[in-house]
């Protein structure tokens, strides 16, 4: 019986230590050490200056959550890679400004996106009628070259 009460009074003082020292530790040091570790912003983002203080002041004010998804839409970014951006910009790290349009290299008219010119509806006709039920290349070519989702694109090869 007395080894019994021995062995509850050692658990209890272990808890006791561990929480003291769970507690002394701290929150901080956990997240911080998880977060610089696990997040780090793909190298060559580039965003405007605007959106780049609009994140920061949003962040700032706590709302991290509302940052990573104004980020996420404005920026069009996929959520690890705007959660990494948006503790960058918490940080203060800056991003260079995207080039201007007027430099920026002018797309081919074939890899244009939004057009369907005469090549690609040929391309998708042949496709189409090799394989009539799946159409799986004939839906991922025209997504990849026009920009439409998975629906748009099966009921554009149904019109055909």
Known sequence: MIMLI???VVIVILALV???LVIRRGPETTTTRMFSSTLTPPPGVRLARELQSEV???ASRGNTDQAVKVLQKRASLPTPQATAIVYALQAGQVFPEPEPPSTAAPASPAR?????DAELLATLR???SQDRLRRTAAIRL???????????????????
Do not use: H
């Open 6 to 8: 021995l062995g509850l």
């Open 18 to 20: 561990m929480s003291f």
């Open 56 to 58: 920061r002041d949003i």
């Open 112 to 116: 244009r996106r939004g057009t369907v």
């Open 126 to 128: 042949r496709l189409v």
């Open 142 to 160: 025209l997504k990849e070259r026009t920009g439409m989702n998975t629906r748009d694109a099966r009921r554009f090869l149904d019109a055909l």
